[in-house]
């Protein structure tokens, strides 16, 4: 209980930052003690019967598979901290460069479902809960169940036939051709995030139609943590409105409005945020099932590609990227949680 | 019923009178009634103690006068305050009152600060919300001020409700209460989740507050002892009824109404030589007992006190009582002071 009391935010994102590093370690270990654990090896995988045995032992021993495995774990970890998640073996492309040609689909896509999801099931959480057990609760609840209830496929097909057609979308891809070849011969794709460097272009009619084939993947992908994020909200109000400080707040006359502002609505999104987070998981996980359904260029739908050539090293490769990723959204989440609630900080 | 008016306080006009309140909760199994026709006078600076076991609806008589009841709950009779009567006025111009004019203070200070904003967040809000005019600095200069009369030093203004302990929170919750210089305050239980030495502090805070300020108190506790210390006026309540009230020395020397001695034979002290207790529990306040509502525990109930209520008359040296012991005699039937056989008692508790 010292001067250090509300200012020791600076060295708490210091101890979650290096926090980082052990938690990608063990990621790291995990992928590759799972992939060593499964039986075969990616070579007699994808040219077993082809060629003969010896041959395969010396394509085994090039590419260090017949290094004892504290040697193959050495050369991973400190291939990946240069950077260096290997070359596919089905299309020989560098990973790391797969996943930049490819995430940026990936990663628009889940920025633009993240905020669908945001702006549709925040507000209609903190309305279910504010006005508890009337038609607009009841009917807010019964959409929440049916978006996280209903799987992504059907979603989509759904919107794909009744709602692409009348609004004349796309439902495939996620640019036009001549978008995707003008951009290119023009060296407009500066950050490898078409969403991003449409924007950067300035040209409109890009960006309409990028907007347009972003749009239903992202509403599919949105709706399902959309679901998740109503009953959050909804729960939470429901609890902070009971809360003991929200009582006394009213004792002290403070308006009805401010007391549900300030105090039960704020309050309420401190867990949720925590949530969402743990929820970034689920969206990456739909990313795959939403890129299959729209043909979407992602890194979900190489991933479905590579797992069906039995290419280890493409999928040890993304799934490390995709871990990752996980390891730095919690990061910030934690991060913009201190920055919330102060008990956190200690 | 005829009200329960206090002569013997101050000439001064009551800051806030209750008259004949009621509070029931609405549930499956019919209305609790937790408060039943309550009337009760606070005069300036005066502290009144109101007492009784848990469940006797002591909070709910507090919350009621506040507004604060839960959805479901209903409240009737009448509270004058400055001239008016809060329950009869609209719900926009009660809450107006609250804070500024009537105060409350809570049991569990742990957890009635947000823990996301800073005590001065607090103080701010608050002032800002009764006296939208003031400056920025005005407005901590207050909050410092009232802080400072509860021993909180200015340095910890800035900081959050989770870095004070349980005593210096509920120092903070009431220089919250004060800040706006309410007339009346209710504090509900404002002791008892802290030790002891903390205790002694907040009732003695309690103590300087009608001094300085002339603040009138409603106290609600289950402590005897914290009466007996920081009250000009004792209430005992029992099953959503003030049974007894008067001067706390008068009360305390001299109970009349059965259940006040009961409860202050119980009370445990230094000369304590053995436990003392209220056999049974109090009674189901959706259906409570015919007559008097404690007559089914009661050491000397009387075959009247089963079948009629008792009525409300001015005690011997002074504030009322309703209980057949005491009067009035000529309303008991005849044989009514017979006194009611264990057997009936037995029977009325199976039932």
New interface residues.
């Given amino acids: ?1 010292t001067g250090s ?2 200012g020791s935010l600076p060295r708490y994102i210091l101890q979650r930052v290096l926090l980082v590093i052990p938690m990608i370690w063990v990621i790291l270990t995990l992928v590759f003690i799972v992939l060593r654990v499964a039986p075969g090896d990616p070579v007699s995988a994808a040219l077993g019967g082809k060629l003969n045995d010896e041959a395969l032992d010396q394509r085994r021993t090039a590419l260090g598979f017949n290094d004892p495995l504290i040697q193959q774990y050495w050369d991973y970890l400190s291939s990946v901290v240069r950077l260096d998640f290997g070359t596919t073996f089905s299309d020989n492309q560098k990973v790391l460069e797969v996943v930049r040609d490819n995430g940026g689909a990936t990663l628009s896509l889940t920025l633009a479902a993240f905020v669908i999801a945001l702006l549709l099931g925040i507000p209609l959480g903190l309305v279910a809960g504010r006005y508890r057990d009337t038609v607009p609760d009841v009917v807010i609840r019964v959409f929440g169940i049916l978006t996280y209830a209903a799987p992504i496929f059907f979603v989509g097909f759904l919107l794909q036939a009744y709602v692409a057609k009348p609004l004349g979308l796309p439902t495939s891809g996620a640019a036009g051709v001549e978008t995707v070849f003008y951009m290119e011969r023009d060296g407009l794709n500066k950050t490898h995030v078409l969403l991003f460097d449409v924007f950067l272009s300035g040209n409109s009619y890009y960006i309409e139609d990028v907007l347009k084939h972003l749009l239903l993947p992202a509403l599919t992908l949105g709706l399902l943590i959309c679901g998740v994020f109503i009953r959050l909200v909804r729960v939470n109000i429901l609890q902070t409105m009971q ?3 929200v ?10 409005s ?1 007391v549900t502002r ?2 039960a609505f ?2 309420a999104l ?1 867990p949720v945020i925590t949530v969402i987070g743990l929820q970034f998981a689920l969206l990456l996980g739909g990313a795959v099932l939403t890129e299959s359904t729209f043909n979407w260029p992602g890194l979900g739908q190489r991933l479905v590609e590579y797992i069906n050539d039995r290419d280890y090293v493409a999928v040890q490769g993304i799934v490390t990227v995709f871990a990752i990723a996980v390891v730095l959204i919690s990061l910030l989440v934690d991060i913009v949680n201190a920055l ?4 956190v900080r200690y | 019923m005829e009200p329960a008016i206090s002569m013997e306080a101050s000439s001064t006009d009551p800051v806030i009178s209750a008259r004949d309140v009621r509070v029931w909760y609405g549930t499956t199994r019919g209305a609790i009634r937790a408060v039943d026709g309550v009337s009760f006078d606070i005069a300036p600076g005066e502290t009144l103690g109101l007492v009784g076991e848990s469940g006797c609806g002591k909070s709910t008589l507090g919350r009621g006068l506040m507004g604060l009841l839960p959805p479901g709950a209903k409240r009737d009779g009448e509270v004058w305050f400055d001239g008016k009567d809060v329950l009869s006025m609209r719900p926009k111009d009660a809450y107006r009152l609250r804070g500024v004019e009537l105060g409350m203070i809570f049991q569990e200070p742990l957890t009635r600060l947000n823990p996301l904003l800073r005590i001065s967040d607090h103080f701010e809000e608050t002032i800002k919300q009764h006296d939208p005019g003031l400056s920025k600095d005005e407005i901590k200069q207050r909050a410092l001020d009232a802080l400072r009369q509860m021993g909180i030093p200015p340095t910890r203004y800035r900081s959050y409700p989770h870095e004070f302990s349980g005593g210096m929170r509920q120092r903070l919750m009431i220089a919250l209460a004060l800040v706006l210089k309410p007339a009346f305050i209710v504090a509900d239980e404002p002791t008892t989740a802290l030790d002891v030495l903390v205790e002694a502090q907040i009732v003695q805070i309690l103590n300087d507050l009608r001094r300085n300020f002339r603040t009138s108190l409603l106290l609600i506790t289950h402590n005897v002892g914290i009466v007996a210390e920081a009250c000009d006026r004792v209430a005992v309540m029992y099953a959503g009824r003030i049974v007894e009230q008067g001067r706390v020395a008068d009360v305390f020397e001299n109970p009349q109404h059965p259940y006040t001695r009961e409860l202050l034979r119980s009370t445990i002290s230094l000369r304590t030589t053995g436990l003392n207790f209220i056999p049974g529990s109090p009674p189901d306040l959706v259906d409570p007992p015919d007559g008097c509502r404690f007559h089914p525990r009661c050491p000397e109930a009387m075959a009247v006190c089963a079948t009629k209520n008792p009525i409300n008359i001015e005690r011997p040296t002074g504030g009322r009582v309703e209980c057949w012991l005491v009067g009035p005699q000529e309303e008991i039937p005849e044989g009514g002071t017979r006194p009611l056989k264990q057997e009936e008692l037995a029977v009325a508790d199976e039932a």
Avoid: F, L, Q
């Fill in positions: 209980m009391r509300s809360s003991d400080y009582e006394a707040a009213e004792a002290r006359g403070i308006s009805t401010k300030r105090h704020r309050n401190v919330i609630d102060p008990r």
